[in-house]
């Protein structure tokens, strides 16, 4: 079971708090409103439309059939959200990897600060498993993802109809 709040040291020395919201630590229809703001508003040029992200919320949490996964909050000292994550379990390994790591976003104002990498290790810390994530080959964060282990063995392809 995921811890629903901790405080962990920050690399540079800066306490950031974490909260976890999953199948059994649910988030109210005004914080899942503030989340998917957040991340629409923050990927940005990377992101989906905010309905999209709310599926991905439920998914997570568990309030549409799923396998869940969970949202995690990266909280400065001074209480403010500074980045989050949606991660969702796909209910395979070995040959698909066991976790995907559908959205991370940190606050724009926030970024080089170390967030998105803390925020990434904590998921890491959090999974059981092997995370898959999808990102644009123009998208700078790529550089971050490869910092702390992710690799691209593959040449994904889409056939959309």
């Given at each position: 079971?995921?811890?629903?709040?901790?405080?962990?040291p920050?690399l540079?020395?800066?306490?950031?708090?974490?909260?976890?919201?999953?199948?059994?630590?649910?988030?109210?229809?005004?914080?899942?409103?503030?989340?998917?703001e957040?991340?629409?508003?923050?990927?940005g040029?990377?992101?989906?439309?905010?309905?999209?992200?709310?599926?991905?919320?439920?998914?997570?949490?568990?309030?549409?059939?799923?396998?869940g996964?969970?949202?995690?909050?990266?909280?400065?000292?001074?209480?403010?959200?500074?980045?989050?994550?949606?991660?969702?379990?796909?209910?395979?390994?070995?040959?698909?990897?066991?976790?995907?790591?559908?959205?991370?976003?940190?606050?724009?104002?926030?970024?080089?600060?170390?967030?998105?990498?803390?925020?990434?290790?904590?998921?890491?810390?959090?999974?059981?498993?092997?995370?898959?994530?999808?990102?644009?080959k123009?998208?700078?964060?790529?550089?971050?993802?490869?910092?702390?282990?992710?690799?691209?063995?593959?040449?994904?392809?889409?056939?959309?109809?």
């Open positions: 079971m995921q811890k629903t709040c901790c405080v962990e920050k540079s020395g800066v306490l950031l708090k974490f909260k976890v919201y999953n199948q059994d630590t649910k988030m109210s229809a005004l914080k899942k409103l503030n989340v998917t957040f991340l629409f508003e923050h990927l040029q990377y992101g989906d439309k905010q309905a999209d992200i709310e599926k991905a919320v439920n998914y997570a949490i568990k309030e549409t059939p799923s396998f996964g969970f949202v995690l909050e990266g909280y400065d000292e001074n209480e403010n959200i500074v980045g989050i994550v949606v991660l969702n379990k796909t209910g395979m390994s070995d040959y698909i990897p066991q976790n995907i790591l559908v959205y991370i976003a940190v606050d724009s104002s926030q970024r080089g600060k170390g967030y998105g990498k803390d925020l990434l290790n904590k998921v890491i810390d959090l999974t059981d498993g092997n995370i898959a994530l999808h990102v644009e123009d998208n700078p964060a790529r550089f971050l993802y490869e910092k702390v282990g992710f690799t691209n063995p593959y040449l994904e392809m889409r056939l959309t109809k």
